[in-house]
């Protein structure tokens, strides 16, 4: 079982529409939860960043976390063809050996929005 | 703009060459973090340095080095390059060592 699962997609929805975009993983000792948006030959930006389980909302994008469920999502409302991209979920924990929080990766979804 | 520059943008090579590729962090930045992105493989970490020293170790062939440099920038030396190395390459940075990174726009290696 990998540390992080994540749909592959691709997901195709028409403008205005909500997404919901969904990461399950394994590792207890995931403590941060990030969602990084990229865009076609583009880095990955960080989008929403995230340590408690709950909700946090900016604008458009709630990123929810349920430990207890090892279940971390992205909802987009009023979605846009700008929001077009491929939407990573990423997850951190302490490498004791390295002294520093390590990141793992889902492999994305790519999301199309249609107009 | 992230702050993060990375050069060349695209590199076009044989097999069995070396190449390096290069980073910039965000000003201020300490660590810098080097992945490997293909289309199979997803976003795969290789090796991260903090402040000059080697923190930590991914999936990172031996052929492959990496350095960070007084002036914090980093490079990332592949060598004996085969057909399956060719993919996107990017450099990450962050100050607060918490998982918070900063991508550059990558480096695209085509090996032929």
């Known amino acids: 079982q990998k540390e992080v699962e994540q749909d592959p997609g691709p997901l195709s929805v028409p403008e205005g529409a909500i997404v919901s975009l969904n990461c399950t993983y394994s590792?207890?000792?995931?403590?941060?939860f990030m969602w990084y948006r990229q865009y076609s030959r583009k880095g990955p930006e960080l989008l929403m960043y995230?340590?408690?389980?709950g909700n946090k909302e900016d604008g458009r994008f709630t990123a929810q976390v349920d430990k207890s469920s090892k279940y971390i999502s992205l909802f987009i409302r009023d979605s846009q063809p700008s929001d077009s991209a491929t939407y990573l979920c990423?997850?951190?924990?302490?490498?004791?050996?390295?002294?520093?929080?390590?990141?793992?990766f889902g492999k994305g979804t790519k999301l199309s929005v249609i107009p | 703009d992230s702050g993060v520059t990375q050069t060349p943008k695209h590199l076009i090579t044989a097999t069995g060459q070396r190449v390096t590729l290069r980073c910039s962090p965000r000003?201020?930045?300490?660590?810098v973090y080097w992945y490997q992105q293909s289309l199979d493989q997803g976003l795969q970490f290789l090796i991260q340095?903090?402040?000059?020293?080697?923190?930590a170790k991914g999936n990172i062939l031996e052929r492959f080095s990496a350095q960070q440099f007084p002036d914090l920038h980093s490079e990332l030396n592949l060598s004996s390059l085969e057909l399956g190395d060719s993919a996107l390459y990017f450099c990450?940075?962050?100050?607060?060592?918490?998982?918070?990174?900063?991508f550059g726009e990558g480096s695209r290696l085509t090996v032929l």
């Open positions: 990450a940075s962050s100050v607060a060592q918490t998982g918070e990174l900063f």
């Open positions: 590792n207890s000792a995931f403590q941060y």
């Open positions: 995230t340590y408690s389980s």
């Open positions: 990423a997850m951190s924990a302490i490498n004791s050996g390295a002294g520093s929080y390590q990141l793992t």
């Open positions: 000003s201020g930045d300490l660590s």
């Open positions: 340095y903090y402040n000059g020293e080697e923190r």
